[in-house]
């Protein structure tokens, strides 16, 4: 609760640097970078982020080097990383977002952030930030893998870089689709438990099960659901590919949730 407040402190400073007497204004952008550079800091003031990242840096070497069967396949790539990584963030990252607002709101303190002099879509888009960049740290700490491949044989990197970047824009997507349900309850429990069940609707849409049983009844859903699979999206990526389809897919899908995030907090603030 200490922190929280300290947070907020730290926010309303800058609200008033940026809108004291004598300011003209923020620049674009610069209210989210103060959110995110405080809530970044935040996350590695409480044992969680470290938790977090030693959950996912064990899990991650586990999966790769047995079920991926990482020197069975006697290729050296990630493929076999990158194949589990959009199921490890469909746990890890809604437990990284369920306290995002719902904590906020437990504790009331959701009704000063939101009255602070910042606008409402910079305290959601730095929020957000902050926890993606958590995320990219956590994916930068896989680097031991990276070498192991290239000492083990010769690995197109190129392939190996798109399919971090692939990572990074699942993470984003299971993030934004988080926080916009923590925004909605109190309960971090449910959040968590409603964050993973849509963000298992997005990853599995595109599996064969699914398609081929839309296929046989219904077509046109099963193009519908490929077109939505977050999973059929991050194939491109860990093939080497970045394609605008699939990069416009991720911002849209991302600023769809963020959307839904701030519409959700007018929501509760006129509650």
């Known amino acids: 609760m200490g922190g929280m407040i300290r947070r907020l402190g730290d926010l309303l400073a800058a609200g008033w640097l940026m809108w004291g007497p004598g300011k003209a204004g923020p620049l674009p952008w610069h209210g989210a970078c103060v959110v995110a550079k405080r809530e970044l800091a935040a996350y590695f003031a409480t044992p969680v982020a470290y938790v977090f990242i030693v959950i996912f840096l064990v899990l991650a070497g586990a999966l790769t080097f047995t079920l991926g069967g990482f020197f069975a396949?006697?290729?050296?790539?990630?493929?076999?990383?990158?194949?589990?990584?959009?199921?490890?963030?469909?746990?890890?990252?809604?437990?990284?977002?369920?306290?995002?607002?719902?904590?906020?709101?437990?504790?009331?303190?959701?009704?000063?952030?939101?009255?602070?002099?910042?606008?409402?879509?910079?305290?959601?888009?730095?929020?957000?930030?902050?926890?993606?960049?958590?995320?990219?740290?956590?994916?930068?700490?896989?680097?031991?893998?990276?070498?192991?491949?290239?000492?083990?044989?010769?690995?197109?990197?190129?392939?190996?870089?798109?399919g971090y970047v692939g990572c990074l824009m699942v993470a984003g997507a299971y993030l934004a689709v988080g926080?916009?349900?923590?925004?909605?309850?109190?309960?971090?429990?449910?959040?968590?438990?409603?964050?993973?069940?849509?963000?298992?609707?997005?990853?599995?849409?595109?599996?064969?099960?699914?398609?081929?049983?839309?296929?046989?009844?219904?077509?046109?859903?099963?193009?519908v659901a490929r077109g939505l699979?977050?999973?059929?999206?991050?194939?491109?990526?860990t093939r080497g590919v970045i394609s605008l389809r699939d990069l416009v897919y991720f911002g849209s899908f991302i600023g769809f949730w963020l959307f839904v995030n701030a519409v959700v907090l007018d929501l509760k603030k006129a509650d």
């Open 229 to 237: 699979s977050v999973a059929d999206r991050f194939g491109g990526f």
């Open 73 to 162: 396949r006697g290729q050296a790539d990630l493929m076999p990383f990158f194949s589990f990584v959009p199921w490890l963030f469909l746990f890890l990252v809604p437990a990284l977002t369920m306290r995002l607002w719902a904590e906020e709101r437990r504790h009331g303190t959701i009704e000063l952030l939101l009255t602070l002099p910042l606008p409402q879509w910079q305290a959601v888009v730095g929020k957000f930030l902050a926890a993606w960049a958590f995320c990219g740290i956590a994916l930068a700490l896989t680097f031991p893998l990276w070498i192991t491949v290239n000492v083990l044989g010769n690995p197109d990197n190129g392939v190996v870089l798109t």
């Open 179 to 223: 926080a916009a349900v923590s925004a909605s309850t109190k309960n971090q429990v449910i959040a968590f438990v409603l964050a993973v069940a849509i963000c298992f609707v997005f990853a599995a849409a595109g599996s064969p099960v699914i398609t081929e049983f839309l296929s046989n009844r219904l077509p046109v859903l099963a193009e």
